[in-house]
T-cell receptor, first 115, second 116 residues
């Protein structure tokens, strides 16, 4: 079965330190990969995506993500965390040629940036 | 990014009544819209996929007669929770996308439904 794993329920990091939120996937073919952020009682906001090309993709609010095909991972990173980055982060995968454009979501990782 | 507007943001209704939630793509034509349900501290559960002008495709275990979805135009989809019960209380989120797999989906701000 196809799946997306976010192994950490919560990640704590001090403000100013680099952060990493992990995502691995088990999907056949070359899926499209996405990261979203959710603030309390809000919908999801798109951060970035990997479709093809350079393995390092840059997105909104200073976030970037590195695609690693051999490890089937797509970890979200930021060089210097802000308190305002505290939120719930979702990794999503869209299988290629799925025909339905459905996402497979990870379970989410809560990021807490400490002042 | 593109804007998806979901209305209302929150609603309280009495048990046994029906509630309609609207999802509009404001600046693009959404060939496909999705409806999700999110339980506290959990991921999103896909309820159904709707394409403009056709019947929605429901995920396994989702009651189509209870959660009525209509996608009447390329910019509007509605979810009606019929004969609501307290267990239907949840956070409902819609998303919309254009017709390519490479395009990200854009999400509405969500609707907090409380059935009393």
């Amino acid at each position: 079965a196809q799946s997306v794993a976010q192994p950490e329920d919560q990640v704590n990091v001090a403000e100013g330190n680099p952060l990493t939120v992990k995502c691995t996937y088990s999907v056949s073919g070359n899926p499209y990969l996405f990261w979203y952020v959710q603030y309390p009682n809000r919908g999801l906001q798109f951060l970035l995506k990997y479709i093809t090309g350079d393995n390092l993709v840059k997105g909104s609010y200073g976030f970037e993500a590195e695609f690693n095909k051999s490890q089937t991972s797509f970890h979200l990173k930021k060089p210097s965390a802000l308190v305002s980055d505290s939120a719930l982060y979702f990794c999503a995968v869209r299988p290629p040629a799925s025909g339905t454009y459905k996402y497979i979501f990870g379970t989410g990782t809560r990021l807490k940036v400490l002042a | 990014g593109a804007v998806v507007s979901q209305h209302p943001s929150w609603v309280i209704c009495k048990s046994g009544t029906s509630v309609k939630i609207e999802c509009r793509s404001l600046d693009f034509q959404a060939t496909t819209m999705f409806w999700y349900r999110q339980f506290p501290k959990q991921s999103l559960m896909l309820m159904a996929t709707s394409n403009e002008g056709s019947k929605a495709t429901y995920e396994q275990g989702v009651e189509k007669d209870k959660f009525l979805i209509n996608h009447a135009s390329l910019t509007l989809s509605t979810l009606t929770v019929t004969s609501a019960h307290p267990e239907d209380s949840s956070f409902y989120i819609c998303s919309a996308t254009t017709g390519t797999g490479r395009t990200e989906a854009f999400f509405g701000q969500g609707t907090r439904l409380t059935v009393v």
